[in-house]
């Protein structure tokens, strides 16, 4: 057995092809959707997301407004931004780029978006919804990406067994109940660092979501011939073979494909459906201020 790609290259490829159609739509009335990203510091990695982001925005005819700055800002300053944005009615979606430096409250900054305009869906009112079973709040990009993915590749999720490897606010736990929710219908187990059993569990999975950032740590032994794997992973590690000195690895074995019948590729899976989702949930904002 080899694993079909679960290729977020051309799932988001798709999106895009649906979002040029609605911000089309939305420019035929006047409405321009425009997404704010604010950058502080000089790390390399967020620097790559941004503008990745950027690019995407132009690409599909988003305004984006870019606001980097320096890592000595202290937290006012950032909050006097956000509440800035939060008031400008030509701002649609708002986006903080983490990591933020040490000295900032990352979830109390989070906290002062507007839940409107919270396109990375981590403000606790969209978390609340989702809790509740809704999804008309503003769905976190990653999980959102991974459950768009399964669709394009008509996977069926209803009465499974999936088990979603990691427990964070961001990906692991918005994940499970995305699974779990009305019309996926997944039963759903949340594995972490102290789960007994760990590998046991994971080989139950029918639909194994690893999410931990641990390289290569899911193995062909933890997963249940035939399964669908989805790679959240995105882990730089030292490899002397390149000019570089480095690679990108998931948290899941690439052998893994000798047993799995889907599996999603680092890169190229969920990385490309997460901005995908951050541009959706950003028309989406422009779309409920200046509905039909």
């Not at 977020?8 to 409405?31: F, I, M, N, P, Q």
């Not at 409250?105 to 990375?120: G, Q, S, Y």
């Not at 403000?123 to 503003?138: C, F, I, Y």
Request: proline residues 7%; negative net charge.
């Amino acid at each position: 057995m080899s694993a079909q790609r679960l290729d977020g290259r051309a799932c988001a490829t798709e999106v895009e092809a649906e979002l040029l159609d609605r911000v089309s739509a939305l420019k035929a009335k006047g409405v321009e959707p425009h997404l704010a990203v604010v950058i502080v510091g000089d790390d390399p990695a967020s620097h790559v997301y941004v503008n990745s982001k950027v690019k995407t925005c132009g690409r599909l005819k988003i305004r984006s407004t870019h606001i980097a700055l320096p890592s000595s800002t202290d937290e006012a300053t950032l909050e006097q931004h956000i509440r800035e944005l939060n008031q400008r009615k030509d701002v649609h979606g708002i986006l903080v780029q983490s990591p933020l430096p040490p000295h900032m409250d990352e979830e109390a900054l989070t906290d002062l978006i507007a839940p409107e305009k919270d396109v990375d869906g981590f403000h606790p009112e969209n978390l609340g919804r989702l809790v509740q079973g809704r999804t008309d709040g503003m769905l976190p990009c990653t999980p959102n990406g991974v459950m768009r993915m399964l669709r394009w590749a008509n996977i069926d999720l209803v009465g499974k067994r999936a088990v979603v490897l990691g427990r964070s606010r961001i990906v692991g736990m918005p994940a499970a109940l995305l699974l779990a929710a009305r019309g996926a219908d997944a039963t759903v187990t949340v594995a972490h660092s102290r789960t007994q059993g760990l590998e046991a569990v994971c080989k139950e999975a029918d639909v194994l979501v690893a999410a931990v950032g641990r390289p290569d740590m899911v193995k062909p032994s933890w997963v249940k011939p035939g399964a669908v794997v989805v790679d959240v992973g995105i882990n730089r590690v030292e490899d002397t073979t390149r000019e570089r000195g480095w690679r990108l690895a998931g948290d899941v074995d690439p052998d893994v494909a000798e047993v799995a019948s889907w599996l999603s590729p680092v890169p190229g899976g969920v990385g490309p459906m997460t901005i995908a989702m951050l541009m959706e949930n950003t028309v989406r904002a422009a779309e409920s201020v200046h509905p039909e």
